[in-house]
């Protein structure tokens, strides 16, 4: 049974995820995909964009299971005919404290990022050297927050984490029938930095990870977003106030910065697109949690329809 695994990393693929999972609703269907596993990757479990996508998840999979459970309607056909799943419902190996969720789960990150590098008890070189690697505000913002468009807080997070059992179980359950897809934004902090590191995971034999052989072939492609949206900007009294908010006028010094590293680092993607649009109207800045619903937009419908057409290929080696 050829099965699909979407990555979706971070705010950005939460809403291309939510596109294409309207679309399937509609009656799209992936090619040569007979299963379709979602994972969404945010350690900002409260985000308004990724609870949103969960429910739109759960709901599309009651309704599938409610319409092709007794068998009386041909499978993958039709409304709501894709099947989706979560990790913990493939578990067959009886992975323990697997959830049964289409979150990637980071064990609820509710402190600092000082605090999680145990800033206070290092010494004080290492103290002089963070201090001129991070930013005050990036030292002490909230993790449960998510990265804030800051890649560099959100690399050395994820790279302690992403060895996580969703990802073991990943790994051991891999088959050569299975494909493997990641979307993410290139200009955040999540998807800039997460996207790497689970490719980097997926591929790597030096990993402590079952399969390294089959993970080395499993076909993998990526559908990158550059910046397509900017946020606005907040007044000399609220940055005053200390408000938190994200920097849009950053994103595209983040995009060539990030482009640079996949050219020279990321390796293991036979195909990986990009897609992006001239910033509109500037978006409310809510750097995270229940306030950040961004509104739709056409580039998160295209990159769907693009990833629709592109997953379930199989790939090769360029």
Known sequence: MARL????VGGTGARVLRSLTMLLAAGMRLP??????????????QNGDVTRTVDLLKRYKRIHDALYQDGQHPKNE?????????????NTSGVEGLRDSFVYDFGGINQSFKDFMHYNETSVETRGLLDLLFTPD?????LDLGFRGSPNVGSVVLNSLVQAKEMRYLAQSLNSDDRVFFISSIFGGTGAAGFPLLVKNLRDPGVDLPQ??????VPAGALVLLPYFKLQQPSAEEKKNGQ???DSNT??????????Y????????ESMYYLGDQAGQPLPNNPGRAEQRNQAHLMEVLGALFSSSRCCRKYRAK
């Open 251 to 260: 994103f595209i010094t983040k995009t060539k910065t990030a482009l640079s």
């Open 244 to 246: 938190d908010f994200i």
């Open 78 to 90: 039709g409304f709501f005919g894709q099947d989706l799943t979560t990790l913990a419902q493939l």
């Open 262 to 269: 996949y050219a020279e680092h990321l390796e293991g993607i």
């Open 5 to 8: 695994f979407i990555f979706a």
């Open 212 to 217: 390294p052989s089959v993970r080395a072939a």
């Open 138 to 142: 990036s030292l002490n913002a909230s």
């Open 32 to 45: 040569d995909c007979d299963q379709v596993i979602p994972v969404l990757v945010d350690p900002d479990t």
